[in-house]
């Protein structure tokens, strides 16, 4: 990432290197590989493929799983900055996000929306209200989320916890 010098603008950068030629390239569908790489300076290659569904190694990440969990590790990081601003204490976050793709007869798709169903742990005496409100906050705050045309939905679980010992 870099940064111009009025820190309004957010460049990133990534590499995608697709590693599915199985000797033919892409001579009919059946014939290639769906499997690739991302490199991004600095961090571990990402190793990708399609959806099974579209012919892919169920076992590496596919666009659509990745662009559900960027959604959800945004909303989280941005739920987390709202909290610790306002004086919320989280101890536990943990999600389960799912997202729905509609495929076109043209071969085409696009996702209708996903779901964030957030479980949030909450230190004794937290305002439940405020930490439940500031789900809403997180999902206008959320660069991603911002970046989508399709409506991302929050259902939160905020619980106090159960350990009143907990630092």
Same mark, same amino acid.
């Given at each position: 990432?870099?940064?111009?010098?009025?820190? !309004?603008?957010?460049? $990133?950068?990534?590499?995608?290197?697709?590693?599915?030629?199985?000797?033919?390239?892409?001579?009919?569908?059946?014939? $290639?590989?769906? &499997?690739? *790489? %991302? !490199?991004?300076?600095?961090? /571990?290659?990402?190793?990708?493929?399609?959806?099974?569904?579209?012919?892919?190694?169920?076992?590496?990440?596919?666009?659509? @799983? =990745?662009?559900?969990?960027? #959604?959800?590790?945004?909303?989280?990081?941005?739920?987390? +900055? #709202?909290?610790?601003?306002?004086? #919320? *204490? %989280?101890?536990?976050?943990?999600?389960?996000?799912?997202?729905?793709?509609? =495929?076109? /007869?043209?071969?085409?798709?696009?996702?209708?929306?996903?779901?964030? !169903?957030?479980?949030?742990?909450? +230190?004794?005496?937290?305002?439940?209200? !405020?930490?439940?409100? #500031?789900?809403?906050?997180?999902?206008? &705050?959320?660069?991603?989320?911002?970046?989508?045309?399709?409506?991302? *939905?929050?259902?939160? @679980?905020?619980?106090?916890?159960? @350990?009143?010992?907990?630092?």
């Amino acid at each position: 990432m870099t940064t111009d010098a009025s820190h !309004r603008s957010h460049h $990133y950068q990534a590499a995608l290197i697709w590693e599915g030629n199985q000797g033919t390239g892409t001579a009919d569908y059946r014939s $290639y590989g769906r &499997q690739y *790489r %991302v !490199r991004i300076a600095g961090k /571990p290659d990402l190793l990708g493929s399609a959806d099974p569904t579209f012919r892919g190694d169920a076992g590496l990440h596919n666009p659509e @799983d =990745l662009l559900v969990a960027a #959604l959800s590790a945004c909303h989280m990081l941005s739920y987390l +900055a #709202l909290c610790a601003r306002a004086g #919320l *204490r %989280v101890l536990e976050y943990s999600d389960s996000a799912e997202g729905t793709m509609v =495929l076109r /007869p043209d071969g085409g798709g696009s996702f209708q929306e996903v779901i964030l !169903r957030p479980k949030v742990t909450v +230190a004794t005496g937290t305002d439940l209200d !405020r930490a439940r409100s #500031l789900h809403a906050r997180a999902g206008e &705050q959320c660069f991603i989320a911002g970046s989508c045309n399709f409506p991302v *939905r929050h259902v939160p @679980d905020v619980q106090v916890s159960e @350990d009143a010992a907990r630092p």
